[in-house]
């Protein structure tokens, strides 16, 4: 097992189908005024950065990180049911990271599901935190909010 990340497009066949299955996914969960993904076109915009993981070749998971104005934000955060237990999540959160620190962006942010628990342990797992809505973002039911401040 070698899992690796790389930046991908989103609109290629393993991108789109990635963000396909956590699109179903999110649509299976919450109702459609509490899903905050960013449609495939949104992600392929100049300011956001998307990333594929591949295990021994195959696309396994995805993440993109949105350059905000003064911060960044997580966004699309994805493991294959097939791949979870790997790590897949920790290289994408690491990788993400890693590019974030090179592009002077310190302060990264993120939204996500109440019921999300794997996706919550990953990011207190790697130092984030639970902050209020920031952005566009206002309370709700269904979301979590999270922080942290890169070292």
Same mark, same amino acid.
């Given at each position: 097992?070698?899992?690796?990340?790389?930046?991908?497009?989103?609109?290629?066949?393993?991108?789109?189908?990635? @963000?396909?299955?956590?699109?179903? /996914? %999110?649509? &299976? =969960?919450?109702?459609?005024?509490?899903? !905050?993904?960013?449609?495939?076109?949104?992600?392929?915009?100049?300011?956001?950065?998307?990333?594929?993981?591949?295990?021994?070749?195959?696309?396994?998971?995805?993440?993109?990180?949105?350059?905000?104005?003064?911060?960044?934000?997580?966004?699309?955060?994805?493991?294959?049911?097939?791949?979870?237990? @790997?790590?897949?999540?920790?290289? /994408? %959160?690491? &990788? =993400?990271?890693?590019?974030?620190?090179? !592009?002077?962006?310190?302060?990264?942010?993120?939204?996500?599901?109440?019921?999300?628990?794997?996706?919550?342990?990953?990011?207190?797992?790697?130092?984030?935190?639970?902050?209020?809505?920031?952005?566009?973002?206002?309370?709700?039911?269904?979301?979590?909010?999270?922080?942290?401040?890169?070292?």
């Amino acid at each position: 097992m070698s899992i690796d990340v790389r930046t991908g497009d989103p609109k290629s066949p393993e991108g789109t189908a990635l @963000l396909n299955g956590s699109h179903t /996914l %999110m649509t &299976t =969960l919450y109702p459609p005024e509490a899903n !905050n993904f960013l449609s495939i076109d949104e992600l392929c915009k100049p300011s956001i950065q998307f990333f594929v993981a591949e295990n021994d070749g195959v696309p396994v998971g995805c993440i993109a990180l949105a350059d905000m104005d003064g911060y960044g934000e997580i966004k699309s955060l994805f493991v294959d049911d097939a791949a979870r237990g @790997l790590g897949v999540g920790k290289s /994408l %959160m690491d &990788t =993400l990271e890693t590019h974030a620190r090179e !592009n002077g962006i310190v302060n990264i942010k993120l939204e996500t599901g109440d019921t999300l628990y794997a996706a919550q342990r990953l990011y207190a797992r790697h130092g984030y935190t639970v902050c209020g809505p920031y952005g566009d973002y206002s309370e709700g039911p269904h979301s979590v909010f999270m922080e942290k401040t890169l070292g």
